[in-house]
């Protein structure tokens, strides 16, 4: 991968500050719509005195035993704390589990909002601290796990089997559609955190997530291009996309090296190899879709291309293989090329998100340039640009934040504060 000097980089983050920054920002954020009335949940207290220990202030209890001095934090984990800190204090349905949305967020900003409490945690002072705010998460997270969709009022769907609904399921909410990337985030979380704690429960939902996408394997000789995993469970979808399928193989990989079960290999090795032989255009970076007709949409995402160069990356580290490696740096390389700091900016920051993430995961194999530069520069310039004065940070024209933006920024910090064996 070529290498790239850090001054061009900090320009071209500065000219990219003032492209965007066309649309003045506002002075504060809006104030968080309030619980609906009507709505009733069963309490969840997050853990109590977590973000205490990120001030460095001392941990109190009604036996006044005398606690060591937490520790006090810099650089981007301070940060990571500052961004998780705006997220609850401006997004999160105290007592449910919940973010806020319609009235609850959709599964996918709840999906990073998850991801940054597990980043939080993985964050070596903070190990240990936030353990409530996890079991939190976990509640929440039930709300939108569907048993059952056969015979579901809210429509018509190709797979009954049990997975996370793309809106908070019955009795809390309407349920619906199951997304098939949505549940790829949530079962790549419960991975990381199935690494931190090792509990059975949360391997067994990773397995069930991972259940309903090798099921949702399109192999209809019918189909241009058969293979891939769909975008949704909606019996009119015929799409088959790079961002179901390439994190579905992460995701798989992930349980092969948890469990060393084969198939988990094979489905990966498939799910990688389709995408490549379907989605993969000159350029050398990947389309969006192949539609029933095979043909491909050529919108190019930065996080589509992220998940393949992690994918490659995990497949050389499972099999030895040195191809998968190569391929990824192609990949990288290609995308290096064509996203500028400029169209990165330009991106929904969870694009921008994914795509650092598998940079960086392919940077802690290979030691190349320009790994985690890239992120921290991303996040330098959305600490100075896109930032709110009660850390809230906003994304778009013209600038706004939410659940999803505020959860992607506590996560890159607490990536970029994070060992490489956490990323996944």
Known sequence: MPHRCENTHAARWALAALVLAAVALPAAASAS????????????????????????????????????????????????????????????????????????????????????????????????????????????????????????????????????DGTVAPPTGPGGTKYYDDNDWVGIELMRLYELRHEASVLGAAEGIMAFEMAGWQSSPELGCSG??????????????????????????????????????????????????????????????????????????????????????????????????????QTAAAALAYFTPARVAGENPFFAFVYFRNLMYLDSITHDPPGPKLAQEYVNYFWSHRRLADNLFVSGSPPSGNVLVQAVMAQLYALLASPSGTYF
């Open 228 to 329: 891939g995993v769909p975008f949704s469970n909606a019996s009119e979808n015929t799409d088959r996309n790079t961002i179901t399928t390439a994190p579905a193989a992460e995701l798989a990989l992930q349980l092969y090296s948890a469990t060393k079960e084969q198939g988990y290999l094979q489905f990966a090795e498939m799910a990688y190899e389709w995408v490549r032989g379907c989605l993969l255009e000159p350029n050398g970076m990947y389309g969006d879709h192949v539609n029933a007709q095979g043909v491909v949409a050529p919108m190019l995402w930065s996080y589509t291309q992220g998940a393949m160069i992690g994918a490659g990356a995990m497949l050389y580290r499972a099999t030895g293989n040195s191809g998968f490696l190569f391929q990824a740096r």
């Open 33 to 164: 719509a309030r619980y609906p009335a009507g709505a009733t949940r069963a309490l969840v207290t997050p853990g109590r005195g977590v973000l205490a220990f990120a001030h460095g202030a001392r941990a109190t209890s009604k036996k006044k035993k005398k606690k060591p001095a937490a520790p006090v934090l810099h650089g981007n984990a301070a940060r990571a704390v500052l961004a998780f800190e705006a997220l609850q204090h401006s997004y999160y349905v105290r007592g449910s589990g919940l973010y806020e949305g319609e009235p609850f967020s959709f599964l996918w900003p709840f999906s990073q909002a998850f991801g940054a409490t597990v980043g939080m945690a993985e964050i070596p002072a903070l190990k240990g601290k936030f353990n409530g705010e996890l079991h939190a998460r976990l509640v929440g997270l039930n709300n939108y796990l569907d048993l059952d969709n056969s015979g579901a009022p809210e429509g018509v769907y190709n797979s009954s089997l049990a997975a996370y």
